[in-house]
């Protein structure tokens, strides 16, 4: 911790976490075929890093808040949008980022659902 802190630093980490190690949350994998972990996983590691825990918040409402309306800005002219990328970026980046986009939806349904949730931690050295 040390190496990564300065004395009195602190670090920020929000991150998403599976209610139970069992969870089946292939539809929220993305691209990189993520793993969920658990909130004790988290714990141990930050322990094992010399890493103590100040803050530990649930903020999966405020990431629901911002991807709501996210999503719904992203809805406004989302023909005009999917033009643009596929101009500059081909069929290969719109294709991505709507891959991306039913990944983040249906992490949003596994937090409504309970499968999932958003941690924010606050830690130091």
């Excluded at 998403?16 to 949350?25: I, M, N, S, V």
């Excluded at 972990?37 to 530990?56: N, R, V």
Aim: proline share 1%; with cysteine; glycine share 8%.
């Amino acid at each position: 911790a040390e190496r990564v802190l300065r004395p009195g630093a602190q670090a920020v980490w929000i991150d998403f976490f599976a209610r139970r190690d069992d969870e089946t949350l292939d539809d929220c994998r993305g691209h990189d075929m993520r793993r969920f972990g658990t909130e004790e996983e988290a714990t141990i590691a930050f322990s094992a890093c010399g890493l103590l825990m100040q803050a530990d918040e649930d903020w999966s409402a405020q990431y629901l808040d911002a991807f709501e309306g996210a999503w719904r800005d992203l809805a406004v002219n989302v023909g005009v949008r999917q033009a643009a990328m596929i101009k500059d970026g081909g069929y290969l980046a719109s294709t991505a980022a709507l891959q991306n986009l039913i990944c983040w939806k249906a992490r949003s349904a596994a937090i409504r659902s309970g499968k999932l949730m958003v941690r924010r931690y606050v830690l130091a050295a």
